[in-house]
C-alpha cells in the first residue's frame, strides 16, 4: 500500500500526508513527512478562505490517522499587520492548558517584580530563565508560589485581562523527569523547596481557551518593547540556536519557513493535551516583516494510552497547519 494519501481539498501548495505506521516505536522525522508532499493546482485553491484550507486539513488529518474522532482540535491565528483574525476554530472552547500557560504565569511574576511587589533575586531571576525556554515544570510552579500561589497568579491574571478571558489556572505542575535537576538545584543552592501538583500529579484542572492565547500574542506583539512584555517576547524567542530550547513546530521545522525567521513561541504537551502558540515574523522580500500568530491546540477527553505516540502524532499535525497558515501568508505578502 502506497503510504502517501492526497489531502482532499486542502487549499495549500503541499497537499499529500503521509500514512504513519503508529505501532512502531518512532514516526518518521518531519522533514520527511514535509518532504512527501506534492503540490496541487492553484485553480483548485482559488476560492477557498485560509478557514476553509485549516477545516479540511483536520478533517482529512483525522482521516489520515494523525488526529482521532475523540480529540478536538483549535487552530486560531490572526494577521499581526491588520489585526484581522484568520482562523477561528474552536477558539472559544475551554481547552486543556499545558506548558501554554507559563508565559502568563511569568508575566504575573515580572508584572509584581515591575509594580514593586515582589523582589527580585538571584533564585527568581535563575527561574524565569529557564520557566519557558525550557519550558520547565520547577521553575514554573518556583514562580507561581513566589507570585503567590495559583489563586493569585488566576486573579492578577482576571484583573489584567478581565475576569472570565479565558484562562483558569488552579494547580502547580507536577513533578516530571526534567524538573529534578533544577529542583536538586534550588534546594542544595538555595535551601528552597519547589511545590509540586497534589501527589506528583496533575488533576488537569488548568485550562485556557486558543482566544485567550491568541490575545495574549497580539498584546504581547503590540508591547514588545514595553517592560515586561519585552521580556516575555525575548524569553519566547526560538532563534537563537545557542540555548536549549524545546522543539518548536509552528516554523523552522516545516521546512517551508527559511531558517532565520524569527519565532516567539511557548509549547507544551501531556497525556490529553499538545499544542503550541507562537508568532511568527515573516519576512517580506521587500524588506519589511509580516508577523503573523498562530494557536493550535489538540485534546483529548482522557489520557492517551501511549503518550509518545499522541504527542508524536499532535506535533506533526501542528506542523502540518503552520506549513498551511505560512503559505497563506506567503501568497499574502510575498514572503521570501
Known amino acids: 500500500m502506497d503510504g502517501r494519501k492526497f489531502l482532499r481539498g486542502v487549499a495549500i501548495s503541499a497537499v499529500i500526508i503521509p500514512t504513519l505506521a503508529f505501532a512502531e516505536p518512532r514516526i518518521a522525522p518531519l522533514n520527511r513527512i514535509l518532504d512527501s508532499y506534492s503540490a ?33 482540535v483549535a487552530v486560531v491565528a490572526q494577521d499581526l499587520t491588520t489585526r484581522e483574525v484568520l482562523v477561528s ?57 513566589r507570585a503567590g500561589g495559583p489563586e493569585e497568579v ?53 485550562t485556557s481557551t486558543p482566544d485567550f492565547n491568541l490575545r495574549f500574542l497580539e498584546r504581547m506583539w503590540k508591547e514588545r518593547k514595553v ?48 499544542q503550541e502558540m507562537g508568532i511568527i515574523q515573516g519576512k517580506g522580500k521587500d524588506g519589511k516583516i509580516y508577523p503573523y500568530s498562530l494557536v493550535v491546540n489538540i485534546d483529548r477527553p482522557t489520557r492517551a494510552e501511549n503518550e509518545r505516540e499522541f504527542y508524536n502524532r499532535g506535533r506533526n499535525a501542528i506542523a502540518i497547519i503552520s506549513r498551511i497558515v505560512y503559505h497563506h501568508m506567503k501568497e499574502k505578502y510575498n514572503l521570501i
Not at 92 to 100: G, N
Not at 111 to 133: F, P, S, T, W, Y
Request: with cysteine; glycine share 4%; hydrophobic share 35%.
Open 40 to 72: 496541487i493546482s492553484k485553480e483548485t485553491l482559488q476560492d477557498k478562505t485560509l478557514q476553509d484550507k485549516i477545516d479540511l486539513a483536520v478533517s482529512n488529518l483525522t482521516l489520515e490517522g494523525y488526529i482521532t474522532s475523540e480529540e478536538r
Open 154 to 206: 488566576q486573579r492578577v491574571l482576571s484583573e489584567l485581562f478581565r475576569p472570565g478571558y479565558g484562562i483558569n489556572i488552579k494547580e502547580y505542575f507536577p513533578f516530571t523527569r526534567s524538573s529534578k535537576t533544577l529542583t536538586d538545584e534550588f534546594k542544595t543552592k538555595y535551601g528552597v523547596e519547589i511545590p509540586f501538583a497534589a501527589n506528583g500529579k496533575a488533576l488537569y484542572a488548568n
Open 227 to 274: 517592560p515586561v512584555w519585552s521580556q516575555i517576547f525575548s524569553s519566547m524567542s526560538r532563534f537563537n540556536k545557542n540555548i536549549n530550547y524545546v522543539p518548536v513546530r509552528l516554523g523552522h521545522s516545516s521546512s517551508e519557513i527559511p531558517a532565520r525567521t524569527d519565532i516567539n513561541s511557548s509549547t507544551g504537551s501531556h497525556a490529553k493535551d499538545v
Open 89 to 145: 476554530r474552536n477558539a472559544y472552547e475551554e481547552m486543556q492548558a499545558a506548558s501554554t500557560v507559563k508565559p502568563p504565569i511569568e508575566f504575573v511574576v515580572r508584572h509584581k517584580v515591575n509594580a514593586g511587589k515582589l523582589a527580585l533575586d538571584e533564585v527568581l531571576e535563575r527561574a524565569m530563565e529557564v520557566c519557558i525556554r525550557e519550558s520547565n515544570n520547577a521553575a514554573s510552579n518556583y514562580l507561581m508560589f
